[in-house]
């Protein structure tokens, strides 16, 4: 298996093994692989000629310098898992000199105010970042087709928004989360959860799918109350947003329309641990 550390020698051996036709799949990550990450890798072997994935925890896009520091690096445990895969895909787990150039700061975007709903109003400066790195990847990867799961709905938009806006030629693909036994999502944050947190945490797609019930016949704004205190009932689980917004301008849901797609949005931190999960409802 090829392991690339440094972006001009994978840029070289990309330029040497691929041509004008050579169809080239990406799934950009931080590392800490779940199965998750794995049924993106598997989409990418299954519809491209050469396959890379990115293992690279990215400082611009944390706003908290504890979970940044607290992100787990297990680059060998995560060429164990690709190896599973298949031993053709290329590894490039750059250092951050390396792709930042003595320079660790985001390029400012303009998303069209999808950067300013939910993880955006909690998390300032996080979309910024995660367009940085990603357009960054995509200059030295140049994928025809890149993978993003859809646990990170509002990241996924957000992606297709700067690579239509940038005209990058590259198609951006959703695919469906994967869920634990439980329902729990798969994410590389749950290694930081104990077990019964872990258990305790199937309460949060519990409650969506719930929510997607009531959302059936009640406004956003009661299955939001009704979020609320189910979650209060819960001490262990602070809510920090649960929002019901427009699938594709992800603004918050006032009145219901017949023909918009909503998604239910959840943000919950189990101790110090922040979860996210979100659910299609109609
Ligand atoms: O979803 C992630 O793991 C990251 O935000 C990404 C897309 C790899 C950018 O660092």
Known sequence: MLIFNNQNELVAHL?????????????????ALHEGHLSLLR???????????SIFVNPTQFNNADD??????????????IKTVSDKIIVFAPSVDDIYQGNTVSESFNFDG?????EGQFRPGHFNGVGTIVKRLFEIVKPTNAYFGEKDFQQLQIVKKMTAKEKLPVTVIGCPILREPNGLAMSSRNERLTDTERKEAAIIYKILKESRKLFAQKSAAEVTQWVQ??????????????QIADEATLLPCVRKSQNKKYRAFIAVFVNNVRLIDTISLN
């Open 15 to 31: 330029a040497a093994v691929s041509k004008a036709t050579t169809n080239i799949g990406f799934v950009p990550t931080m590392g």
């Open 43 to 53: 989409a990418a072997v299954a519809n491209n000629d050469l396959t890379v994935i």
């Open 68 to 81: 940044l520091a607290k992100y787990p690096r297990t680059l060998e445990a995560d060429v164990a898992k």
């Open 114 to 118: 999808l950067e300013h709903q939910m």
């Open 229 to 242: 205190k189910s979650f209060a009932k819960h001490p262990a689980f602070a809510l920090e947003y649960f």
